[in-house]
């Protein structure tokens, strides 16, 4: 009986060793570094091996050999946080969005030791990186130092992408394929006229193709408009591609039928016959091309419609119908009649899709993905120049705004001025200046209540103007230093514009005695140092005195800016290519 208490004495003293070691592994795990991996792998052995007898270290025996820690040192103190995100490319159980204490936790109780090893080699590192006997000035240091090139690169992919924005336009100029002025005799620019011979050659190339028989060919166009197609009706795509393609064919008779011919009303039809869909009277007599526009043919009982005309030509039977309505590709009845045009059509069905994607107007960089605000897009975004001033509500935003405009506060036009927060919506104002279309928008100031920086950029559609102005009454703030990364983030042109100089000035000689020059050299130089800005692109002015200091030179580069931005959505959307899908036995 003694001796059997003496088993159970030992097996309940190795049972609670082996469960103190698992504890000690964890905490180590969290704290200790490198032993965490070594303490846990040893845990279950001792377990294991506790079933007649004590531990070693239970015994009195030989303490075991613990291997060095690896973040433990007299130096080191453990609660300084360790970034993970130093640490170059991907680290096992997201540590860098979890922390390398979570990280760790996990992968000990998932007794992943390869991970474990990865997770305290990357930690080690970071802490010899960041930490100089356990202070935080260097870890500080190297963010900081990590931001700042994190900047320079997105200014760096800035300027690139300017460059070669600047180039298309060089050579769309050199081309001679630019200006809006280049129009034909209805008005159609010529971005709309190569959209037409690009589709009526398309049309060509399939009419030419050898076929058993009378074809139908389905044509749909999905082409985003731009602002300046004011002279484009509703069929004036479909009208000026069937000319072009009967002058490629050198066809004699073109009919074109239509559920209401009224509807062209206005169009240019020379050359062209038109007809109601469904007319048995029509001229079909030795036509060469039958050409539907927007006809409805979604069930069987109106194909005959179609199937007459192709025979009453008394030549091929080629038909083309744009624009049709098929009925629901899903939809028994229009299976039903896709396989009745088939029968009559021996020479096959092809569908021809155009589609050109709306212009790209923000270049891809990153940064929280959001749509053109309906008030720009209202304005005429895509054919005007945008530049927009913004910054932190009361810096003279709205007084700078008429100073540009050659107004004053209390002139027609003029933005509203105060010492409260005046502007509560996004304004545009015509900048004479620059021509016709150029707009210098007045924005909210950023950082209120009403408009925080987090919800700024969306709400503001920021990243869609062409010059971003950031103006400061004095020493830029977090909120403005924010918002500068957030346009670096998308890619948006900036700079940076300390306003009432003019008062600083005068302060700093009654308070110091500073000369003006000396004042404005110290400024230039915060202004860089805080925003990575070249001289180029900080100004400094005051609404009341529109001749001195930066002002002249502020008032050219809003120019510049506004006809640079113009030019660069003009490049890309005459820049655009046409997509062409092609697809046999089937309607469109």
């Known amino acids: 009986r003694r001796r059997r208490r003496r088993k159970m004495f030992s097996l309940r003293a190795g049972l609670a060793m082996g469960a103190a070691s698992i504890v000690g592994a964890l905490v180590l795990a969290a704290y200790g570094g ?18 007649m007898s004590m531990p070693t270290a239970a015994r009195g025996g030989r303490a075991a050999q613990r291997p060095p820690t690896l973040c433990r040192s007299s130096s080191y103190n453990a609660g300084i946080p360790l970034d993970p995100t130093l640490i170059p490319g991907d680290l096992p159980y997201n540590a860098k969005k979890e922390g390398f204490t979570n990280a760790l936790e996990r992968a000990i109780r998932n007794k992943d030791m390869p991970a474990v090893r990865i997770l305290e080699q990357a930690r080690e590192q ?3 990186q960041t930490a100089d006997g356990g202070s935080m000035g260097k870890w500080d240091e190297i963010r900081a130092q990590n931001a700042v090139k994190k900047r320079r690169e997105l200014m760096d992919l800035s300027i690139k992408r300017r460059e070669n924005e600047d180039r298309l336009v060089r050579e769309l100029k050199s081309k001679g394929d630019f200006s809006l002025n280049n129009r034909d005799a209805e008005g159609l620019t010529i971005d709309i006229q190569k959209i037409i011979a690009q589709q009526a050659q398309t049309l060509e190339k399939a009419l030419k193709d050898t076929a058993r028989g009378p074809r139908l060919i389905s044509m749909r166009s999905e082409i985003d408009p731009m602002p300046w197609w004011d002279s484009m009706r509703k069929y004036t795509l479909q009208m000026r591609t069937a000319q072009y393609l009967k002058e490629l064919m050198g066809y004699n008779k073109v009919l074109v039928l239509m559920e209401d011919p009224h509807e062209l009303t206005g169009e240019s039809i020379d050359g062209l016959i038109i007809d109601r869909f469904g007319n048995p009277e029509a001229d079909y007599q030795g036509a060469d091309l039958i050409l539907c526009f ?21 030549s091929n039977g080629d038909v083309i119908v744009m624009g049709g309505n098929w009925g629901a590709p899903s939809d028994y009845e229009a299976k039903f009649v896709r396989q009745t045009l088939k029968e009559h059509f021996s020479g096959g069905l092809q569908a021809i899709s155009f589609i050109m994607d709306p212009v790209k107007l923000v270049p891809n960089v990153g940064g929280e993905p959001y749509p053109l605000p309906q008030w720009l897009i209202d304005a005429g975004y895509k054919a005007a120049g945008n530049v927009a001033i913004t910054g932190n509500s009361g810096t003279g935003k709205s007084s700078l705004n008429n100073a540009l405009r050659g107004l004053k506060p209390r002139d027609d036009g003029a933005a509203k001025v105060g010492v409260k927060e005046t502007t509560l919506e996004p304004e545009g104002y015509p900048f004479e200046p620059a021509g016709p279309e150029m707009k210098l928008w007045d924005l909210p100031g950023a950082g209120t209540p009403k408009f925080p920086l987090e919800s700024y950029m969306r709400t503001m559609g920021i990243k869609y103007f062409d010059e971003v102005i950031i103006a400061s009454a004095s020493r830029f703030t977090e909120t403005d230093l924010d918002l500068m990364d957030e346009l670096r983030m998308h890619g948006v042109p900036f700079i ?19 000369s003006e020059a000396e004042l404005i050299r110290g400024i230039r130089e915060d202004i860089k140092k805080n925003s990575l800005l070249p001289d180029d692109r900080i100004y400094m002015v005051s609404a009341r005195r529109p001749d001195d200091f930066d002002f002249p030179r502020l008032r050219q580069y809003i120019i510049d800016s506004l006809h640079r931005g113009r030019d660069v959505k003009l490049a890309k959307a005459f820049n655009r290519e046409l997509e062409i899908r092609e697809i046999w036995n089937a309607v469109c």
Do not use: C, F, H, Y
């Open 294 to 314: 927007g006809v409805t043919v979604d069930e069987v009982a109106k194909t005959p419609r179609i199937i007459k005309a192709s025979q009453a030509t008394q």
């Open 496 to 514: 940076a514009l300390r306003t009432k100089v003019d008062l600083e000035i005068r302060n700093a000689a009654q308070d110091s005695g500073a």
């Open 126 to 128: 970071v802490r010899q």
């Open 34 to 51: 490198a032993s965490a991996s070594a303490s846990l792998a040893a845990a279950p052995m001792r377990t294991t091996s506790m079933s």
